[in-house]
């Protein structure tokens, strides 16, 4: 009986355990929604401008969402776009070029820099742009591009990552079909083994772009500003929606504001929710469709 | 033909190089930028001493210890929730709970810090200051509290993980003897699977360590060295985020890039513990 | 007769609104056919009149993007010195090695002061000069020893960044020292918003943030007000700075010259500061 005794406690510990992170988690979105969601409408986003020409950027948005959304959206576009061709090759290289030794230093550098705190990859890229404003051209500014580019030097060690543990785990008899029917290496790469393993590489690039959508502390030090509308070229100052959340938490004026940010919150949140949602469904759903065409 | 795969070669490797050039590069300028404060023997002054500009003391001491006792605390209080979580999903595994809870485990890496920061900033800190009576409510427990909760997905994943990797035979060997759930664990789970139980909490520290927003929000940011859970502290993250607007030339400023360097060599060498134990497993 | 002057009074005042709609819209006139980015950042106590000095603008030419970020003077000040930005704002004066290591050139458009604000819970509104530094000292560690409730203080200061921070250190505390047990803030808005959330809070702010979710605190018998600053009786008073390196030219000589007209001293003394005359 005693050790039934001993049974019954672990199951109730690990009970409450799990009944305890769920039930916090439930707490803090159930008071984000149930105080914020008043807030959530258009006019939240779009203030008392019309939406279509505030899309069509006819017009600006003051006092919305709008610029913070478009701000984080040019960002992630941005970012994604500097970390995916670099991160996509490092992947193959790693995966299917680099001997075993080399392959090992390699990992251990971008686990490193994968642990390194994106404060610290914000100080970086804050650092290389006074370097440059003074030592190259003094019209270079923390802006958009700066931002972007230390953001993808945040997300460049998930991208790698993906891609060459994808291709590491695609079985052999795949693997060895195109080149002993005549395939060079890079036509078994290209048309063979990445299509094989686009499942897995999607579904870790839309984690990355939810990465580059939550990030604060990078972009913190690298050129978003409170107020800048709509970006008019990526070497202007922006904002994002990440910030706009923090910055509201810590600076509203009134109730009013501080209704925005927690419509704000609920945006991001449903924002990143999305991608996350996308990246499992890409998952499961193209995982069945490529092991169907084996 | 040969020309094109040879180029494509070049190409990949090119962009290896680059992308670790990048690694380097982070803790070279980190380096190079807080070398006028090595290179005037202030480092150990910086490394041991108090802040406060107003008297030429440029410390960054409160903040180390402020950083470890927000990483340290939120581990403490994650640590046991996420291993009864994994024990959960793994041994106890209630059939539609046990696959609920891993999914939403996962979820929960999806959801931005700084909702935890704001949520922490208008539900949290009120909440302590009324229940301890003492003290504003932005303090290390707050922002230990919230970061527990930030950083308990990376644990659980990784203890569940390291829990299924235990042979499905040595499993079976205990059902066979009649062993108990209870006693699987202590004498076959815990045992094999400690290697990466230990591999989830050091990468989980250097998360809480790494984290920015939620310290620079709720915890106060206060300059002393902090004497209990309930006092204000600044991390080495937000004395960053906060010092980064001062003076360029100033010695302040020179020792963010100390802070920065100290945040890098902490988080590395945590891989380099969580890849020995990973290993160990293995 | 009387129907005339009725009428008389009709047309003058339409002839002046004319004119008043006319002034206001040449005071941007001199932004038309400009484009370009205008990067403002500094002071935290400016923001509410740059942003909608900047709304104006960017309405009115939709070509022209001003960005507005915080840091506090002293960012604002070797951020402009560093020609990171267009205009650093300050809530104090630029140093003298300041101004001459980058040339710096300030432009003074509104006065405020800077004020210790409590919650309005807090029945503690009257403060000796001294028993304020010996708060933000740290040597009164409880509101009950000034007739308050029986809860430890709890003080928010600024970074020494802030201008705002070196006005109410060198004027309202003597330069004496601040508490280090004292949580950071890192702006204007952020010490008000953290002192309406905190009961037993003691902070301090510009003088037009101050509204009715923050309480003023009498000091010696002298409440820190728009009349108080302006007829000198409170004397933690500062100015309000925008600094330009060199002459300000371009947009920013434009933006400058925006704020000191009438309708960009309208902006200021509608967020709460005292316009410059």
């Not at chain 3, 950071?184 to 979710?213: C, E, H, L, Q, W």
């Given at each position: 009986m005693g050790k039934n005794v001993w049974d019954m406690l672990l199951g109730f510990f690990a009970w409450c355990c799990a009944i305890l992170l769920v039930g916090s988690m439930i707490l803090i979105i159930g008071f984000l929604i149930l105080k914020g969601y008043k807030a959530i409408s258009l006019e939240l986003i779009f203030a008392n401008t019309s939406?279509?020409?505030?899309?069509?950027?006819?017009?600006?948005?003051?006092?919305?969402?709008?610029?913070?959304?478009?701000?984080?959206?040019?960002?992630?576009?941005?970012?994604?776009?500097?970390?995916?061709?670099?991160?996509?090759?490092?992947?193959?290289?790693?995966?299917?070029?680099?001997?075993?030794?080399?392959?090992?230093?390699?990992?251990?550098?971008?686990?490193?820099?994968?642990?390194v705190p994106s404060i610290v990859i914000g100080l970086f890229g804050f650092s290389i742009t006074v370097l440059l404003h003074h030592s190259f051209n003094s019209q270079i500014f923390p802006c958009l591009l700066i931002s972007a580019l230390s953001l993808a030097f945040l997300v460049l060690p998930y991208i790698i990552k993906t891609t060459q543990v994808a291709l590491e785990s695609l079985p052999l008899l795949l693997r060895l079909t195109a080149p002993s029917l005549g395939a060079t290496k890079l036509e078994n790469i290209f048309l063979?083994?990445?299509?094989?393993?686009?499942?897995?590489?999607?579904?870790?690039?839309?984690?990355?772009?939810?990465?580059?959508?939550?990030?604060?502390?990078?972009?913190?030090?690298?050129?978003?500003?409170?107020?800048?509308?709509?970006?008019?070229?990526?070497?202007?100052?922006?904002?994002?929606?990440?910030?706009?959340?923090?910055?509201?938490?810590?600076?509203?004026?009134?109730?009013?504001?501080?209704?925005?940010?927690?419509?704000?919150?609920?945006?991001?949140?449903?924002?990143?929710?999305?991608?996350?949602?996308?990246?499992?469904?890409?998952?499961?759903?193209?995982?069945?469709?490529?092991?169907?065409?084996? | 033909?040969?020309?094109?795969?040879?180029?494509a070669g070049i190409i990949f490797w090119g962009a290896t190089a680059l992308s670790a050039g990048v690694t380097l590069a982070v803790l070279g300028f980190m380096v190079i930028l807080s070398l006028p404060i090595i290179k005037n023997d202030m480092i150990l002054e910086v490394l041991t001493g108090p802040w406060s500009p107003d008297h030429g003391l440029f410390g960054i001491l409160p903040m180390i210890v402020g950083t470890l006792c927000i990483a340290l605390l939120s581990l403490v209080v994650s640590f046991p929730v996420s291993l009864g979580c994994s024990i959960f999903i793994e041994i106890i595994r209630p059939d539609k709970p046990g696959r609920f809870l891993k999914k939403f485990v996962k979820l929960m890496?999806?959801?931005?810090?700084?909702?935890?920061?704001?949520?922490?900033?208008?539900?949290?800190?009120?909440?302590?200051?009324?229940?301890?009576s003492h003290g504003s409510g932005m303090c290390i427990l707050s922002a230990s509290l919230m970061?527990?909760?930030?950083?308990?997905?990376?644990?659980?994943?990784?203890?569940?993980?390291?829990?299924?990797?235990?042979?499905?035979?040595?499993?079976?060997?205990v059902d066979a003897l009649g062993g108990t759930q209870f006693q699987k664990l202590i004498y076959l789970l815990l045992p094999q699977a400690w290697p990466g139980i230990l591999t989830g909490i050091i990468?989980?520290?250097?998360?809480?360590?790494?984290?920015?927003?939620?310290?620079?929000?709720?915890?106060?940011?206060?300059?002393?060295?902090?004497?209990?859970?309930?006092?204000?502290?600044?991390?080495?993250?937000?004395?960053?985020?906060?010092?980064?607007?001062?003076?360029?030339?100033?010695?302040?400023?020179?020792?963010?890039?100390?802070?920065?360097?100290?945040?890098?060599l902490m988080t590395s060498f945590g891989i380099f513990l969580a890849r020995f134990s990973a290993g160990k497993q293995n | 007769?009387?129907?005339?002057?009725?009428?008389?009074?009709?047309?003058?005042?339409?002839?002046?609104?004319?004119?008043?709609?006319?002034?206001?819209?040449?005071?941007?006139?001199?932004?038309?056919?400009?484009?370009?980015?205008?990067?403002?950042?500094?002071?935290?106590?400016?923001?509410?009149?740059?942003?909608?000095?900047?709304?104006?603008?960017?309405?009115?030419?939709?070509?022209?993007?001003?960005?507005?970020?915080?840091?506090?003077?002293?960012?604002?000040?070797?951020?402009?010195?560093?020609?990171?930005?267009?205009?650093?704002?300050?809530?104090?004066?630029?140093?003298?090695?300041?101004?001459?290591?980058?040339?710096?050139?300030?432009?003074?458009?509104?006065?405020?002061?800077?004020?210790?604000?409590?919650?309005?819970?807090?029945?503690?509104?009257?403060?000796s000069g001294k028993q304020?530094?010996?708060?933000?000292?740290?040597?009164?560690?409880?509101?009950?020893?000034?007739?308050?409730?029986?809860?430890?203080?709890?003080?928010?200061?600024?970074?020494?960044?802030?201008?705002?921070?070196?006005?109410?250190?060198?004027?309202?505390?003597?330069?004496?020292?601040?508490?280090?047990?004292?949580?950071?803030?890192?702006?204007?808005?952020?010490?008000?918003?953290?002192i309406t959330n905190d009961p037993y809070a003691i902070g301090y702010v510009s003088v037009g943030y101050i509204d009715k979710t923050v309480c003023p605190v009498r000091v010696d018998n002298v409440a820190p007000d728009l009349d108080t600053v302006k007829n000198g009786e409170y004397k933690v008073a500062r100015g309000l700075y925008s600094n330009t390196r060199g002459d300000a030219s371009g947009l920013a000589k434009k933006f400058i010259d925006y704020l000191l007209s009438p309708a960009g001293q309208g902006i200021a003394a509608e967020k709460g500061f005292i316009p410059v005359d």
């Amino acid at each position: 009986m005693g050790k039934n005794v001993w049974d019954m406690l672990l199951g109730f510990f690990a009970w409450c355990c799990a009944i305890l992170l769920v039930g916090s988690m439930i707490l803090i979105i159930g008071f984000l929604i149930l105080k914020g969601y008043k807030a959530i409408s258009l006019e939240l986003i779009f203030a008392n401008t019309s939406p279509l020409e505030a899309l069509l950027f006819k017009q600006q948005v003051f006092g919305g969402l709008f610029p913070a959304m478009v701000g984080t959206f040019f960002l992630i576009l941005l970012s994604i776009g500097f970390a995916l061709p670099l991160g996509l090759a490092s992947g193959i290289f790693l995966a299917e070029y680099a001997p075993d030794s080399i392959k090992k230093i390699f990992s251990l550098c971008f686990d490193i820099l994968a642990g390194v705190p994106s404060i610290v990859i914000g100080l970086f890229g804050f650092s290389i742009t006074v370097l440059l404003h003074h030592s190259f051209n003094s019209q270079i500014f923390p802006c958009l591009l700066i931002s972007a580019l230390s953001l993808a030097f945040l997300v460049l060690p998930y991208i790698i990552k993906t891609t060459q543990v994808a291709l590491e785990s695609l079985p052999l008899l795949l693997r060895l079909t195109a080149p002993s029917l005549g395939a060079t290496k890079l036509e078994n790469i290209f048309l063979v083994l990445l299509p094989a393993s686009i499942s897995d590489i999607t579904s870790g690039i839309v984690l990355a772009i939810g990465r580059c959508a939550e990030d604060t502390a990078v972009i913190m030090l690298t050129g978003v500003v409170a107020v800048a509308g709509i970006p008019k070229s990526i070497f202007s100052g922006f904002e994002a929606l990440p910030f706009y959340i923090y910055y509201i938490a810590s600076e509203y004026s009134d109730q009013f504001e501080l209704m925005k940010g927690y419509g704000a919150a609920i945006i991001l949140l449903l924002i990143c929710a999305v991608l996350f949602g996308i990246s499992h469904w890409v998952k499961e759903w193209l995982t069945a469709k490529t092991r169907f065409s084996y | 033909m040969q020309h094109r795969e040879h180029i494509a070669g070049i190409i990949f490797w090119g962009a290896t190089a680059l992308s670790a050039g990048v690694t380097l590069a982070v803790l070279g300028f980190m380096v190079i930028l807080s070398l006028p404060i090595i290179k005037n023997d202030m480092i150990l002054e910086v490394l041991t001493g108090p802040w406060s500009p107003d008297h030429g003391l440029f410390g960054i001491l409160p903040m180390i210890v402020g950083t470890l006792c927000i990483a340290l605390l939120s581990l403490v209080v994650s640590f046991p929730v996420s291993l009864g979580c994994s024990i959960f999903i793994e041994i106890i595994r209630p059939d539609k709970p046990g696959r609920f809870l891993k999914k939403f485990v996962k979820l929960m890496t999806a959801v931005p810090t700084v909702i935890y920061g704001f949520v922490g900033v208008f539900l949290l800190v009120p909440q302590v200051r009324g229940f301890v009576s003492h003290g504003s409510g932005m303090c290390i427990l707050s922002a230990s509290l919230m970061l527990g909760l930030v950083i308990s997905p990376t644990m659980i994943l990784f203890f569940s993980q390291s829990f299924a990797r235990v042979p499905k035979t040595y499993l079976n060997a205990v059902d066979a003897l009649g062993g108990t759930q209870f006693q699987k664990l202590i004498y076959l789970l815990l045992p094999q699977a400690w290697p990466g139980i230990l591999t989830g909490i050091i990468l989980a520290f250097g998360r809480a360590m790494g984290d920015t927003l939620i310290a620079l929000m709720i915890s106060g940011n206060s300059v002393v060295l902090p004497t209990s859970p309930l006092d204000s502290a600044r991390t080495l993250t937000a004395h960053i985020a906060m010092i980064i607007a001062a003076d360029f030339d100033s010695i302040e400023f020179k020792t963010i890039f100390v802070c920065g360097g100290i945040l890098y060599l902490m988080t590395s060498f945590g891989i380099f513990l969580a890849r020995f134990s990973a290993g160990k497993q293995n | 007769m009387k129907k005339i002057t009725v009428t008389k009074w009709v047309i003058l005042i339409a002839i002046f609104m004319i004119t008043a709609v006319i002034c206001s819209a040449s005071e941007l006139d001199s932004f038309t056919g400009e484009k370009g980015v205008l990067r403002i950042s500094g002071g935290t106590a400016h923001i509410p009149v740059m942003k909608e000095a900047a709304r104006r603008i960017m309405i009115f030419n939709p070509d022209i993007q001003i960005t507005i970020a915080g840091g506090g003077s002293g960012a604002g000040i070797k951020q402009v010195g560093e020609g990171l930005v267009n205009i650093g704002n300050s809530g104090r004066q630029a140093t003298e090695s300041e101004v001459s290591r980058y040339g710096l050139v300030m432009y003074k458009w509104a006065i405020d002061g800077v004020a210790a604000v409590v919650n309005p819970g807090n029945p503690v509104k009257k403060l000796s000069g001294k028993q304020l530094q010996d708060i933000f000292a740290g040597t009164i560690l409880n509101w009950k020893a000034l007739g308050g409730e029986d809860r430890g203080i709890n003080i928010y200061t600024r970074d020494e960044s802030s201008g705002t921070r070196a006005v109410f250190w060198k004027k309202a505390l003597n330069k004496g020292i601040i508490s280090g047990k004292a949580n950071f803030i890192v702006s204007n808005g952020a010490m008000k918003s953290a002192i309406t959330n905190d009961p037993y809070a003691i902070g301090y702010v510009s003088v037009g943030y101050i509204d009715k979710t923050v309480c003023p605190v009498r000091v010696d018998n002298v409440a820190p007000d728009l009349d108080t600053v302006k007829n000198g009786e409170y004397k933690v008073a500062r100015g309000l700075y925008s600094n330009t390196r060199g002459d300000a030219s371009g947009l920013a000589k434009k933006f400058i010259d925006y704020l000191l007209s009438p309708a960009g001293q309208g902006i200021a003394a509608e967020k709460g500061f005292i316009p410059v005359d």
